[in-house]
């Protein structure tokens, strides 16, 4: 027999910082939310199952964390969730806008920081149920147009790499670990002429216009010199 007292909203946290999530589910329920919190903790864990769960609980809301430890970059479950019609609040300890903002393009409703008061993240939830924007519409669209930005800039350096000699990128790679233009050219039986021809090849390549700037350009973007 119903009571007639309606359902409370389900929310459901993916987030592998078990105090954090703890401290978010006893102030949502406390609201009178009906919280779930998918456990990451079994060794048997993948962020398929993790999906899979998501979506079984059927929830309104998502609280996402994107660094969940062994299991994966939460990031990649925002879009199936996002289209399965889940408001998808990402909550996580990165302040990088470019980031934050892939998080947006992929279908995140809104992007939190973990040092936002806890209050914040209440009043987001409380926004999904009465059908309000989780976000300021001019945060959100610079926040998407710095990701894009940064995805031009990460496909750029990606086709520069790609100029690199094989030799060039066993440098570089060098450089990546470390080893100055002495310990270079001793280990590869050169002269440090030599080697410091290759690195202005790199740099003028790369359109950098220091080892450090090249470093941390092929860092950015995930790159590794050959192997063997």
């Known amino acids: 027999?119903?009571?007639?007292?309606?359902?409370?909203?389900?929310?459901?946290?993916?987030?592998?910082?078990?105090?954090?999530?703890?401290?978010?589910?006893?102030?949502?329920?406390?609201?009178?939310?009906?919280?779930?919190?998918?456990d990451l903790t079994d060794e048997h864990t993948t962020l398929a199952t993790v999906l899979a769960t998501?979506?079984?609980?059927?929830?309104?809301?998502?609280?996402?964390?994107?660094?969940?430890?062994?299991v994966g970059d939460g990031m990649?479950?925002?879009?199936?969730?996002?289209?399965?019609?889940?408001a998808v609040v990402v909550v996580t300890g990165s302040g990088e806008s470019a980031r934050r903002g892939e998080c947006l393009r992929r279908g995140a409703k809104a992007v939190l920081v973990k040092t936002c008061p806890l209050h914040e993240v209440v009043a987001t939830v409380r926004r999904a149920r009465d059908g309000l924007p989780l976000m300021n519409a001019q945060e959100r669209g610079s926040l998407i147009e710095i990701?894009?930005?940064?995805?031009?800039?990460?496909?750029?350096?990606?086709?520069?790499l790609d100029r690199l000699t094989r030799r060039e990128m066993e440098v570089l790679g060098a450089l990546m670990r470390g080893a100055p233009v002495r310990e270079i050219a001793r280990t590869s039986v050169v002269s440090e002429a030599t080697v410091?021809?290759?690195?202005?090849?790199?740099?003028?390549?790369?359109?950098?216009?220091?080892?450090?700037?090249?470093?941390?350009?092929?860092?950015?973007?995930?790159?590794?010199?050959?192997?063997?």
Do not use: C, N
């Open 1 to 38: 027999m119903s009571t007639g007292r309606p359902r409370p909203m389900r929310i459901t946290i993916i987030d592998d910082h078990a105090l954090f999530a703890e401290s978010v589910s006893l102030t949502l329920e406390a609201e009178g939310y009906g919280v779930r919190r998918i």
């Open 54 to 70: 998501a979506l079984r609980s059927a929830p309104r809301v998502i609280l996402l964390d994107l660094d969940l430890g062994r």
């Open 76 to 86: 990649r479950l925002i879009t199936p969730l996002a289209a399965a019609g889940i």
């Open 147 to 160: 990701a894009l930005h940064d995805r031009d800039e990460v496909r750029d350096i990606r086709t520069r």
């Open 196 to 228: 410091r021809t290759q690195v202005k090849s790199i740099l003028a390549k790369l359109e950098m216009s220091s080892q450090l700037a090249a470093v941390g350009a092929a860092y950015k973007v995930g790159w590794h010199p050959p192997q063997g």
